[in-house]
């Protein structure tokens, strides 16, 4: 018989403040704020406190049926708001108010007067965070982006406050908290990486790539992913599937190297692993970036900067051949989101890439505008052809500090452009002023936000934020703090080590040598090398009491030369960015070549974060390294033979200035004739090489 609508959403409203036990198939229902209703001897939250149950309330229907209902009871301003995703911080952090204060959540707005890239003030002031409940409850913003690094338990603590803000309004509509990378070893840069070290830690991903097993990458996306949603974030800013062509660009070690096949299949293993098959409450959402690749960087030059802004694709065919197949697979393994990149594609200096029917004109290739309000690449290439299904989410802050070739539109009229393209998320924007205006103005149609918000919402559904967005901080440390993740992180530091030298068999040190061997370990880096030496030889010690260390090369049979060399996103010299080991990367190449010269057996380990040019230390060592943000016990493993090393290399190491600079900015390094670095042993650095100690 068939059951009146009105009745099958008529309920019983009861308050409930802590989470239900859920029958068999049944997800758990936690409200804090509103009630729940029980219908059929379900439960459901009454999040618009209606005291009936509505269909965006019930999960026992299809998340689009959800997010329909739902965007049809939101105001404009409402959806303006979700349309928004910008950086969010603690009460505590340094970046609320003045220093950070006691309160659990931060409430203070944060304006910039002056674009922090390039140090030009702007011509109106940006929002770029805004305070948690103005933000929440009269901007409508339901997006942030997690910069703090707390530990779990504490993380836990602050999103739960902020999804109890969400629950008490309207509609009580959940937020999403998104974070990049947090689970690798790394610098801390801004906007790539800024948290690791309270999860499991693995090996960056250009490691990841060097370990050519996709099924430890997966295994390490779920990992990771239980430990996010544990702490309360639900989406990921990443990774990276841009295929890594020109050794100088900064962002080289947020890839999975050069070549497009293992590329490919990392995304692939990396989307699997966060989001699972399909998005549920135990997923992560993955916005892979930077559409449709950004590692063809002319001279290396990042477009966060105007004079990076252009990009070329000088050999025809390239963003087929080198650079669409990894985002082909990520969007082929469920990504949720794509990002696009910055920089505006130019025409001249650029062969043909798209078919006819992808052009912007029939006389322009390309439409010279960032990609994030390119109509042809976001729907003609990326949508009409490759089949992406999900939503755009554009780069940080393209309508104010990095707004390429749109320079001379209004920031209304740049969001009524991007929404046009097909980006339905903007980040960096904590303001919807300005989306508001274009409304009013006429140039974006409230129908356009509703393909947005629906988007977005139906996010939410699957990931089960509806029925519980709340986290036990107890149980987010002991998943943060579990062992076992930790032990298999540490398995793929090892597998990341690649051995590219290794003269009279030096390594591995045995355990019948062990006992004559007086180590010296020195760490050569930009900043603070004295420290970090001495926290280097610490570990070591730690880690394998057996090894003797010495204060002094003159003491020693064996030296470890930790090269740790260092790359900005600008340049600050205008000479260029160079991937040369010395002065501007940070090394004192003089006072590594003298110590090979004094100790009998040394081995250098380079950190990888670039191909750099090893020609300047590679031939006076008896062993070499490749390291990719590995643990020092990883490496102490490896020269000890604990493990017998597996690793090959991600990326091809260019033989030297004249290889960088005629080297095509779209065509990887193992396809480049006469580009890889060969020793004297006849060995070519290229990708794939890597030694072990049975061959």
């Known amino acids: 018989m068939a059951i009146p609508t009105a009745l099958l959403f008529a ?61 049809a009871r939101m105001t404009v301003e409402e959806k303006a708001g979700m349309m928004l995703i910008s950086s969010h911080y603690m009460g505590s952090s340094s970046r609320c108010g003045d220093g950070g204060g ?49 530990e779990a338990a504490d993380l836990a603590t602050w999103t739960n406050a902020l999804q109890e803000i969400a629950e008490g ?111 549920s409450p135990e997923s992560v959402s993955l916005t892979t970036k930077h559409f449709p690749g950004g590692g063809a960087r002319k001279d290396g030059q990042d477009p966060h900067y105007s004079w990076g802004q252009d990009q070329f694709y000088p050999t025809e065919g390239s963003l087929e051949r080198y650079h669409l197949p990894p985002f082909q697979a990520a969007l082929d393994a469920g990504t949720t989101s794509i990002m696009p990149y910055y920089s505006k594609p130019r025409n001249d200096g650029s062969a043909q890439q798209l078919p006819r029917h992808l052009w912007f004109s029939p006389q322009q290739q390309f439409e010279e505008v960032g990609f994030a309000y390119n109509k042809p690449v976001l729907q ?37 452009k991007g929404i046009d393209a097909g980006t339905n998320l903007f980040s960096g924007e904590a303001d919807p002023s300005h ?49 076992t993740s930790q032990t298999r992180a540490d398995e793929a530091h090892r597998k990341s080590v690649v051995l590219m030298r290794n003269d009279h068999r030096t390594l591995p040190i045995t355990d019948d040598e062990v006992g004559r061997v007086k180590l010296y370990v020195e760490v050569f880096a930009k900043d603070e090398p004295a420290e970090q030496s001495a926290a280097l030889a610490e ?38 960015l160079s991937v040369e080991l010395g002065e501007r990367t940070g090394i004192d190449v003089a006072r590594i070549q003298q110590i090979q010269s004094q100790v009998d057996e040394n081995v250098v380990g380079i950190n990888m974060t670039n191909p750099w ?17 590995a643990t020092p016990e990883a490496v102490v493993d490896v020269i000890r033979g604990e493990v017998n090393p597996t690793g090959r290399l991600p990326v091809t190491l260019p033989a030297g200035p004249e290889a960088v600079n005629r080297n095509a900015p779209d065509v990887p390094g193992y396809d480049e004739p006469g580009y890889a670095y060969v020793n004297d042993a006849g060995d070519a650095y290229r990708f794939g090489f890597g030694l072990s100690y049975d061959r």
């Open 435 to 483: 989306l508001l205006q274009a409304v009013r103005d006429g140039l974006v149609r409230e129908t356009d936000l509703d393909r947005s918000v629906r988007f977005l919402l139906r996010e939410m559904f699957d990931l089960g934020l509806f029925e519980d967005p709340y986290r036990d901080p107890r149980r987010a440390q002991q998943i943060a703090d579990d062992p």
């Open 613 to 629: 040019l090893v020609g300047a230390v590679e031939p006076g060592a008896d062993a070499m390294l490749a390291m990719f943000d």
């Open 102 to 150: 006691r309160e659990l959540v931060c409430e203070e707005d944060e304006w910039d007067t002056t674009n922090s890239w390039d140090g030009k003030p702007f011509d109106q002031p940006v929002l770029s965070s805004s305070g948690a409940t103005a933000g929440i409850g009269e901007r409508n913003l339901r997006h942030f982006i997690v910069r703090d690094n707390p």
């Open 169 to 279: 309004t309207r509609l009580g509509i959940p937020v999403v908290m998104t974070s990049n990378p947090r689970n690798h070893l790394s610098g801390g840069r801004f906007g790539v990486a800024e948290a690791s070290g309270k999860f499991s830690t693995w090996p960056g991903e250009l490691g990841l790539a060097a370990t050519h097993d996709p099924g430890l990458v997966e295994e390490f996306g779920g990992i990771a992913a239980k430990e996010w949603r544990a702490a309360g974030i639900h989406k990921g800013y990443m990774y990276m599937a841009d295929t890594a062509t020109e050794p100088r660009w900064t962002r080289a070690s947020g890839t999975f190297g050069e070549h497009p096949e293992l590329a490919a299949d990392m995304i692939g293993a990396v989307v699997r692993g966060f989001q699972g098959e399909r998005l």
């Open 11 to 71: 309920g019983t409203s009861v308050a409930v403040p802590s989470s239900t036990q859920p029958g068999e198939g049944e997800p758990v229902v936690e409200s804090r704020v509103k009630n729940v209703i029980e219908v059929g001897g379900h439960r459901f939250r009454d999040l618009n406190g209606s005291g009936a149950l509505d269909a965006y309330e019930d999960w026992r229907l299809p998340g689009e049926v959800r997010a329909r209902d739902l965007s």
């Open 539 to 576: 570990a070591i010690q730690e880690h394998d009491p057996s090894i003797t260390v010495v204060a002094r090369p003159e003491e020693a049979t064996h030296a470890f030369l930790a090269v740790v060399p260092s790359l900005g996103l600008r340049d600050d010299s205008g000479d260029g």
């Open 380 to 416: 003609g290439l990326l949508r009409d052809t490759m089949g992406f299904s999900g939503y755009v989410n554009s780069d940080t802050s393209i309508t104010t500090a990095m707004p390429w070739g749109v320079e001379d539109l209004s920031r209304p009229e740049r969001f009524a």
